[in-house]
């Protein structure tokens, strides 16, 4: 009876297991035909993240100004510490908070610059895009933090769509030529090998960097109505976010590491447009003197250290290549002593007024 009884429960076990197998098989086949991340840069940062064999010693973080605003390689050749851009698209400070421990996992950071967008810090939970979160998600290895990203920054019944990639499009399932066609682009040896994807008039340049060959041409520019005032945009309850910005600092007090608060500059005529921009300025400002980090928001630098025209800009609010160069140079400069600021920045963007926090 007991050996009958014990190959009855092997049968079960070998049974489950070839059921979570074939299961696991089935997402993993369903993930590739469907999602189509052939021109992701986030894929490549990811990749580069998990297979860079030496260690990163300085981590640039933050949304689409930062992957496109602060340039690794440059930072690297001119201060010798191993640098790696980890933005990504519209990235949230929750995600943010989840993507810098799964880079601690692997790497022993010393030094991080978080980039600050102003309108993210308004952004409720219950209210956000979670494509910023997903694209993140997607490709990190099941681990504990993995599983606490999603069930931490999501609703319950989100959790499949995040857990399963391929359930956010499955109409597409039945569509035989869409199958046909993604199963082409994952075959080719660029996409298999990880190359380098290019958009036009930008490419991925590696360690998380995009470069931009795009100059703005700001006279052509006619819907600057249009743009949301800085005013509006930080309306809302910030509670969620700064709980964020709170485990990010509180994270690196921890591990020793050394926070900065960093902000990418902006087109003029867009900050003439939007603002006050002191607004926005003085908010992430007083979180810092909170937080007793530096912060060095390149929108307030002097003009003899930093003085962007439209050539520097692929759009109103993101930096092409070349800005990107001369922000990086300048941050190199000051990533000594971060704390002296007065040498480098005004004390308000519109030095005709007093900055006050709203």
Not at 91 to 110: F, P, S, W
Not at 289 to 300: A, G, I, K, R, S
Request: glycine share 4%; with cysteine.
């Amino acid at each position: 009876m007991r050996e009958r009884k014990y190959r009855q429960i092997c049968a079960f076990a070998g049974m489950a297991a070839a059921v979570i197998l074939l299961t696991f098989l089935l997402v993993k086949a369903c993930n590739y035909l469907v999602v189509d991340d052939t021109q992701n840069y986030t894929r490549l940062t990811m990749h580069d993240l998990y297979e860079t064999k030496e260690n990163i010693d300085t981590v640039f973080i933050g949304a689409s100004h930062c992957f496109r605003g602060y340039d690794p390689e440059l930072f690297t050749e001119l201060t010798g510490k191993t640098s790696f851009n980890l933005g990504s698209s519209a990235q949230h400070y929750d995600t943010t908070y989840y993507l810098l421990r799964e880079a601690a996992r692997y790497h022993d950071i010393q030094t991080v610059y978080l980039d600050m967008t102003y309108k993210f810090l308004f952004v409720e939970r219950e209210g956000q895009d979670l494509v910023q979160a997903n694209i993140i998600s997607d490709y990190m290895p099941l681990s504990w933090n993995k599983i606490a990203f999603i069930t931490s920054t999501s609703e319950a019944k989100h959790y499949t769509n995040r857990l399963l990639p391929f359930r956010r499009e499955w109409q597409k399932l039945g569509d035989l030529g869409y199958l046909k066609e993604i199963w082409e682009k994952k075959q080719t040896q660029e996409y298999r090998n990880y190359a380098p994807v290019s958009r036009e008039m930008e490419y991925y340049e590696g360690k998380g960097f995009v470069y931009s060959e795009e100059e703005l041409d700001a006279d052509a520019i006619t819907w600057w109505d249009n743009f949301t005032p800085i005013a509006e945009d930080m309306v809302g309850e910030p509670g969620y976010m700064i709980s964020y910005i709170e485990k990010i600092v509180e994270f690196c007090r921890e591990r020793e590491i050394r926070l900065i608060f960093v902000a990418s500059p902006y087109l003029k005529q867009y900050l003439e447009q939007v603002g006050p921009y002191d607004q926005a300025y003085a908010y992430i400002r007083d979180l810092a003197e909170q937080y007793e980090v530096p912060y060095l928001d390149f929108n307030l630098c002097k003009e003899e250290y930093l003085d962007l025209e439209a050539d520097s800009f692929l759009d109103v609010d993101h930096l092409n290549g070349r800005g990107a160069e001369e922000v990086t140079r300048l941050l190199a400069q000051m990533d000594g002593d971060p704390w002296h600021v007065d040498e480098y920045f005004k004390p308000c963007y519109d030095e005709t007024s007093q900055a006050k926090s709203p």
